[in-house]
């Protein structure tokens, strides 16, 4: 056994008043950044990370539009006045005092930033999707070519401790030659309606296609346990039930507005949003927690939009299969027609067969010659992606620190699971042609 012994670092104070953190005579300190984007993932990944490690990361300048996130953020991590921004480009006015930016805007606003960044020589972290456009990608793919600093994306599951220990018996050879993989992503009927149905992933030209907001995620897990860029694939999917003709009969615009099929229906706002919860989604439409506050966001706000009633276009159930170059075969289901949100993993291997859950941290393998059968549990958080979160922000201030761009990811990376999600959506528009990776890209297949 293996035993993890946990030290209380010792807090000094260099001559300009930073705070450093002794590890056994090792001093070390934080990684400086700026918070670009004090949204969901920007206050409640990276900024309660620095809250909870102020001697790894430390956010010393914020730029965020809302007024009340950003003051959140400048209160709790003790932002002087004037590095508490509405605009980022504000901050990159004059030099900073920082080793990294960390990118959480919306989605379509990440071009700009990453650029600055890069013109500045800051490393970056930046939230998945680098960027919502093909043409986009391949920009970002060129200037990151021999880009000095350390540049990750937020593909956390590959931080996952499932994930990490499904990759290491893939590694292993215990199931043989890895033959297919399987991969379900249950978005779950409320984290849809919420995300894809009223809020700001719910319209594709003013965020994504879902197949790239959602799931590119899942398109990086398949390359990373295939062990091998994609060669080619095909996609099938619709928005098949989030739409006017299927509004129930007394269903009103908002749901607040009167509504007479409450009881029945599982999205009303009131159900989700107005009751004892207020962690997510309850502290996406609102800053104001408060009965009044949130009633107040409903009336007002997206999300208390009837789900039937939106101006959504994405998808809500789409399906995906993929040849590797190395001739695994992948397929890989999205739906939010589910109960609960968690993946789910079926690797067929020439030794052995795996079935795991993320989630509930359960790997099953069933030995085909001995016939034995295999039951893993692993230890798994139920917030931050089952942990995920909390290790990728971790290993991204020990790469700054150490200067390493060695990582468990990387842009180019995280660029083929973009392609792969733009050639998905391009074959689903297409009826499910056939898209070959390489042609569509006109970059070469990449890890």
């Given at each position: 056994m293996?035993?993890?012994?946990l030290?209380?670092?010792r807090?000094?104070?260099?001559?300009?008043?930073?705070k450093?953190?002794?590890?056994?005579?090792?001093?070390?300190?934080?990684?400086?950044?700026?918070?670009?984007?004090?949204?969901?993932r920007?206050r409640?990944?990276?900024?309660?990370?620095?809250k909870?490690?102020?001697?790894?990361?430390?956010?010393?300048a914020?730029?965020?539009?809302?007024?009340?996130?950003?003051?959140?953020?400048?209160?709790?991590?003790?932002?002087?006045?004037?590095?508490?921004c509405?605009?980022?480009?504000?901050?990159?006015?004059?030099?900073?005092?920082?080793?990294?930016?960390?990118?959480?805007?919306?989605?379509?606003m990440?071009?700009?930033?990453?650029?600055?960044?890069?013109?500045?020589?800051?490393?970056?972290l930046?939230e998945?999707?680098?960027?919502?456009?093909?043409s986009?990608s391949?920009e970002?793919?060129?200037?990151?070519?021999?880009?000095g600093?350390i540049?990750?994306?937020?593909?956390?599951?590959?931080?996952?401790?499932?994930?990490?220990?499904?990759?290491?018996?893939?590694?292993?050879?215990?199931?043989?030659?890895?033959?297919?993989?399987?991969?379900d992503?249950?978005?779950?009927?409320?984290?849809?309606?919420?995300?894809?149905?009223?809020?700001?992933?719910r319209?594709?030209?003013?965020?994504?296609?879902?197949?790239?907001?959602?799931?590119?995620?899942d398109?990086?897990?398949?390359?990373?346990?295939?062990?091998?860029?994609?060669?080619?694939?095909?996609?099938?999917g619709?928005?098949?039930?989030?739409?006017?003709?299927?509004?129930p009969q007394?269903?009103t615009?908002?749901?607040?507005?009167?509504?007479k099929v409450?009881?029945?229906?599982?999205?009303?706002?009131?159900?989700?949003?107005?009751g004892?919860?207020?962690?997510?989604?309850?502290?996406?439409?609102?800053?104001?927690?408060?009965?009044e506050?949130?009633?107040?966001?409903?009336?007002?706000?997206?999300?208390?939009?009837?789900?039937?009633?939106?101006?959504?276009?994405?998808?809500?159930?789409?399906?995906?299969?993929a040849?590797?170059?190395?001739?695994?075969?992948?397929?890989?289901?999205?739906?939010?027609f589910?109960?609960?949100?968690?993946?789910t993993?079926r690797?067929l291997?020439?030794k052995?067969?795996?079935?795991?859950?993320?989630e509930?941290?359960?790997?099953?393998?069933?030995?085909f010659s001995?016939?034995?059968?295999r039951t893993?549990?692993?230890?798994?958080?139920?917030?931050?992606?089952?942990?995920?979160?909390?290790?990728f922000?971790?290993?991204?201030?020990?790469?700054?620190r150490?200067?390493?761009?060695?990582?468990?990811?990387?842009?180019?990376a995280?660029?083929?699971?973009?392609?792969?999600?733009?050639a998905?959506?391009?074959?689903r528009?297409?009826?499910?042609?056939?898209?070959?990776?390489?042609?569509f890209?006109h970059?070469?297949?990449?890890?």
């Open positions: 293996i035993t993890l012994s030290f209380t670092g807090e000094s104070f260099r001559q300009d008043g930073k450093t953190i002794s590890f056994g005579g090792i001093t070390m300190k934080p990684v400086r950044v700026a918070l670009l984007g004090a949204g969901n920007g409640y990944v990276y900024a309660d990370y620095a909870q490690k102020p001697y790894d990361l430390k956010i010393v914020v730029a965020e539009p809302d007024d009340a996130k950003r003051a959140v953020i400048a209160a709790e991590q003790g932002i002087a006045k004037e590095l508490a509405k605009d980022w480009k504000q901050l990159f006015e004059k030099p900073l005092d920082i080793d990294g930016v960390i990118i959480a805007t919306q989605d379509t990440h071009l700009e930033p990453i650029l600055a960044a890069m013109e500045n020589n800051y490393h970056i930046c998945k999707p680098i960027v919502t456009s093909e986009d391949r970002i793919a060129q200037k990151a070519d021999g880009f600093k540049f990750i994306v937020s593909h956390v599951l590959r931080y996952s401790p499932f994930f990490t220990r499904v990759k290491t018996i893939l590694d292993s050879g215990d199931l043989g030659k890895l033959i297919g993989i399987e991969l992503e249950s978005v779950g009927h409320i984290h849809l309606s919420h995300s894809f149905v009223r809020g700001h992933w319209n594709k030209e003013e965020s994504s296609p879902m197949i790239l907001a959602k799931s590119c995620h398109m990086d897990m398949l390359g990373y346990l295939a062990g091998s860029g994609c060669e080619s694939l095909s996609s099938y619709e928005l098949y039930h989030f739409k006017a003709e299927n509004a007394g269903a615009k908002r749901c607040l507005d009167g509504c409450v009881q029945q229906c599982p999205y009303a706002a009131q159900k989700i949003y107005l004892k919860n207020t962690g997510w989604p309850v502290n996406v439409i609102t800053t104001d927690l408060s009965m506050g949130r009633i107040k966001a409903l009336q007002t706000g997206p999300w208390g939009r009837c789900v039937y009633h939106c101006d959504n276009n994405v998808v809500d159930h789409q399906v995906v299969q040849r590797f170059l190395n001739g695994v075969t992948a397929s890989f289901t999205m739906s939010g589910t109960m609960e949100t968690h993946r993993l690797l291997g020439t052995a067969e795996l079935n795991g859950d993320m509930q941290g359960l790997i099953e393998i069933d030995e001995s016939r034995e059968h893993i549990r692993i230890e798994t958080k139920q917030e931050g992606h089952s942990g995920s979160d909390e290790l922000v971790a290993d991204f201030v020990r790469q700054v150490e200067n390493d761009h060695e990582g468990k990811t990387s842009v180019d995280s660029l083929q699971s973009h392609f792969m999600a733009f998905a959506e391009a074959s528009l297409a009826d499910g042609e056939r898209i070959d990776i390489a042609s890209t970059l070469p297949a990449c890890l």
